[in-house]
């Protein structure tokens, strides 16, 4: 007959495993649903893709002439690629935004939102902040957030290029489509 002492044990040893199941199973989902898994475990295999991989799942609003248009996006060879965080409803900082426009005086521009967790995003949060009379076009890339896997293997690929992005604002140059440079915010 199992005494007093024994049963707590058992039970002890139950809610130990339980309680470590449940952290695993939380730790999991959080870096599953805010994409911050395959940042971390980059290392471990993770798919790479090329920034064409990244325009053939997006649509482009093109902020040019005054206007914005929804189109297929433009490949441009030597352009300015602003990874920014995106969530809904708030705003680009001040710095950001005044960069942007700087730089699309010099060439295009294309700004990569990436949710804070898994959300569409809403072109509309953009229309107030991106210049329309740039000299060369601004682009923004809006994809599902189902495709994040694809934006992913290309900023671990940027990033064992150039080194971890060290902001949450970080703007790519491109040369000959790709990546040579970066700069925080």
């Known amino acids: ?17 339980a309680l470590m199941a449940l952290i695993f199973a939380e730790t999991g989902y959080i870096l599953g649903t805010t ?7 980059s290392g471990m295999g993770g798919a790479t893709a090329t920034f064409k991989d990244v325009l053939a799942i997006s649509t482009a609003y093109v902020f040019f002439n005054g206007t914005v248009s929804q189109a297929a996006p433009p490949l441009y060879q030597d352009a300015y690629v602003y990874v920014v965080l995106y969530q809904p409803g708030v705003a680009l900082p001040d710095a950001v935004t005044r960069q942007i426009a700087l730089d699309a005086s010099e060439k295009p521009v294309y700004v990569l939102p990436i949710p804070s967790y898994n959300t569409p995003i809403d072109p509309h949060d953009f229309l107030d902040v991106l210049p329309q009379n740039a000299k060369n076009p601004v682009v923004l ?9 694809t ?4 900023l671990m690929q940027v990033q064992s290029q150039l080194g971890q992005f060290q902001s949450n604002y970080v703007r790519v140059e491109l040369k000959g489509g790709q990546p040579t440079g970066v700069r925080y915010f």
Request: zero cysteines; a positive charge.
């Open 141 to 149: 890339l809006a994809y599902q957030p189902t495709m994040i896997t």
């Open 151 to 154: 934006v992913d293997g290309w």
């Open 35 to 41: 994409g911050l898994g395959p940042l971390i475990f």
């Open 1 to 17: 007959m199992p005494t007093a002492t024994s049963k707590r044990r058992k039970r002890g040893k139950i809610f130990i495993i």
